[in-house]
Each structure stands twice: as C-alpha cells, then as structure tokens.
DNA sequence: CGGAAATGCGAGTATGTTGTTTATATTTTC
DNA sequence: GAAAATATAAACAACATACTCGCATTTCCG
C-alpha cells in the first residue's frame, strides 16, 4: 500500500500543534457559534466570523478547508454539549418533577450562551454533507434519551407509541425554549416553571379528564 | 385639502384591474409562501419566486415594488389565516377536550399547506420595516386568543402568571407543529392525539402529585 | 543566538448572485 | 381597431463573498 496521506483530519486542514494556534482554532469556533446563533445561517459568512473571531480570514482558511467545514465543527461542538445535558438530568433514577427541573434547567443553561443556535443548526443550515452519520446519530440520541426518560416516568397507556411521545415533549420543549430565546426571556423563572409543570403534566398523563 | 397621491396601497405598484392580473398577483404570492417555506429566507430570492410562479420577473416588479413588499404580502396572508383558526376554535364554549381537538386539528391543516412557513417568517425572514405596528397586532392577538382559552378552561393557580401560560402553551404546540413538519409527519394521527393530550394535561393540571 | 517551522495577516481575486429596469410583445377592453 | 392593461426576458449594475497567496511575525529548539 502506498504512504497514509497526510490529512490527519477531513475537517481540518492543519492541525494546530501550538497553544496559540488552539486557542485561536476555539475562537473562530467560538466565534462561528456566535455570528451563526445572531446572524442566522444567511448572516453566516467566514469573512464575518473571522471580524468577530479578531482572526484575520488568512488564518480561518489555514484550519478550515471551506465554510461548511466550519460549520460542521460548531455542530459537533453544540450537539456534544446539549447531549450531555440530557444525559445528566435522567441519568439516575429521581423523581419526576426533579428529573422536569433538573432538565429545565440544564436545557435553558445550554441555550443561553447563543440562544437561537440550536434553531438555526437544525433549521436554516444545510445539513451535514460530509457525515450525515454523525447527524443521524445524534437525532437518534437525542430521542433516546427522551424516550428512556418517557419511558421511566409514563406510565405505559393504551395506544401510546413511545417514540411519538418523546418527540412531542422534546419538540414541545425546544418549542418553548427557542421562543423564549427569542425574545430574551430564558432567564424568567416564571417561565422555568411553567415549563416543568408542562413536562410533569404531560408525563404524569392528566387530561383524561372525563374518563 | 389636495388631492389624494394615487397610491392606493404602499405595497402594491400597480392595482390589477382585470381578472387575468388579480390570478397573477394571486399565484405570485402563492409562490413566493411556497419558496420561503421550502427553501428558507437565503433562498427567496424575487428571481425563483417569478419562476415558481411561471410567471416573468419583470411581471413580479409591476406589481410588487420590491422584495419585501413582496414578503410583506405573503406575512399578511399567513397571519390573517393562522388567526382565523384560533379564533374557530375558541369561539363559543365547548369542553376543554373538544377545544384541544380542533385547534389541533386546525393549526396542523394551516401548517400543511406550506410546512414551515410559520417559523422562517418569524425566525429567518426580516421583520415587517413597513408595518411593525402591524406585525406586534398580529403577536398581541395571537396571544391573546389563547389567553383566554388559558382563562376559561385552566382554574386559577396560585402565582401563575397568565400571560406566561400562555405564551408557553402557544410556542410548545408551536414546537410540536413545526417539528412534525420537518418530519413529513404532519398528517399523522398518533401525533395529533398526543398534541391533543398534552394541551389538556397542561391546561387541566396535573403533574402536582406530590400536593 | 539563529534558523526553521508554525502561525498570522489582509489585500486581492474570481465568481457568482440578485434586485431591478427597460424596451418590446401580447392580450384585453370598449 | 385603438388604447390601456398586462406579460416577457434579456441585460445590467451593484454587491457580496468564499477563498488564495505572498509576506510578516512569533514560537520552538538545538
């Protein structure tokens, strides 16, 4: 076989070997993230990035082979995170409401860094070319981890597909979250609360009122 | 007085007189609802919204000024139709279970006819420059339909705030609906009935177990 | 120190996009 | 059949923007 060629990674044109170069590789993600959850996908250009990063747009190219290269990496980046805040919150066997409250909480912490980056990555952006795996793991993930908590908490019920169930209380969620996000009210705990109580109310199954 | 400048409308440059060009104008905004909710806000761009149309882009400019007159156009439309469901279904008094059934039922048929339109206008397209007044109306009366739904079918709680509840309610079936659309998954019955089940599982109060 | 490697710079380019105009053709009205 | 209304699409001008390249600066390490 011929010599492994030297491309240590697709996404990454060179590796950064000195601090310097690391930190400035997390700030152009960083930076990325930023301009991406404030701007939108549309507003997502590299010259921009590189402003917002104070990296010149020579350097953003020198780490990233193009643009959606640079894109893919905040997704890993965001969806590595909000993962593990899911993962945190139903990890041991708790109460419901505690389980609603820790999630809550851990869901609006990962949104208030760039607010509308979650909406903006699933939504406006193009998905991932390169590895479409990637993203259909993390979907499945992220279902599954709603879907062991419904599965913990729900008692099963007639004609309830699990699955559906937790997407409508994963989408209802995000729904509420990215609303929130919109107009700069994450923080409100009134709304924190209500949300539970959404989450517990829907789990705890009331509704069936006249039967 | 002086006499009236003849601009019967901001947005419109031309008024079409006849029939032939009432259809054109028709099947233009009918496009352009079409491109935005298919190809997001960097998509729509005046050029692909004539070729959808089947109509000439120069065609498109005798009647629309320009683009965001154009966008504005679409807006106003989607937005008096999504209103009219919610008012539908909260006219007279019918049980809460009913009441959930059919804004359900009504919110997903809106959503159907263009999947995401809803979203892109309110997240990706620019706000209406022309008519904000216009815009928050539409925001105060939606709210404000499902304020008084909150009112008539939720008994009052201690410290929950109205508004609040609303406004969680509102963007959770948001969420749902707008997820389902991504999915293809609109037209399915199992979704709609979980919808239905968790608005009245909110709205009827369960979920505080433990008191 | 001092040379080499790594990193950073940013003007410049090339390429495409796109909103809009305009001169012309076709259809409708009366 | 003339005038008004409507439709056409080629062409443009302006702009945006992803990406390169040659060179400057910093860091590493003997």
Redesign the interface.
């Known amino acids: 076989m011929s010599t492994r060629i030297a491309k240590p990674h697709p996404r990454m044109r060179k590796q950064p070997r000195q601090a310097r170069s690391r930190a400035t590789v997390e700030a152009i993600i960083e930076a990325a993230a930023h301009v991406l959850s404030g701007l939108?996908?549309?507003g997502f250009t590299t010259n921009k990035v590189a402003e917002t990063a104070g990296v010149s747009i020579g350097t953003l190219y020198q780490y990233f082979p193009d643009k959606l290269s640079l894109l893919a990496a905040v997704r890993r980046r965001h969806f590595d995170h909000v993962l593990s805040v899911i993962r945190d919150s139903a990890e041991d066997q708790k109460?419901?409401?505690k389980f609603a409250q820790e999630l809550v909480r851990g869901m609006i912490a990962a949104h208030s860094i760039h607010p509308?980056l979650h909406?903006v990555l699933?939504?406006?952006a193009p998905g991932d070319r390169g590895s479409r795996a990637a993203h259909a793991s993390f979907q499945a993930q992220y279902l599954n981890h709603y879907a062991t908590a419904v599965a913990t908490y729900r008692k099963p019920r007639k004609?309830?597909?699990m699955e559906?169930?937790a997407?409508?209380?994963?989408?209802?969620?995000?729904?509420?979250i990215?609303?929130?996000a919109?107009r700069n009210m994450l923080a409100?705990p009134?709304?924190q609360k209500?949300?539970v109580?959404?989450?517990?109310?829907?789990?705890?199954?009331?509704?069936?009122?006249?039967r």
């Open positions: 939108g996908w549309a109460p419901l409401r509308t909406q699933l939504d406006e004609g309830a597909d559906t169930v997407r409508v209380l994963s989408s209802a969620i995000e729904g509420v990215h609303n929130a919109r409100a009134e709304l209500q949300l109580e959404l989450i517990c109310a829907y789990l705890s199954g009331a509704g069936r009122i006249g």
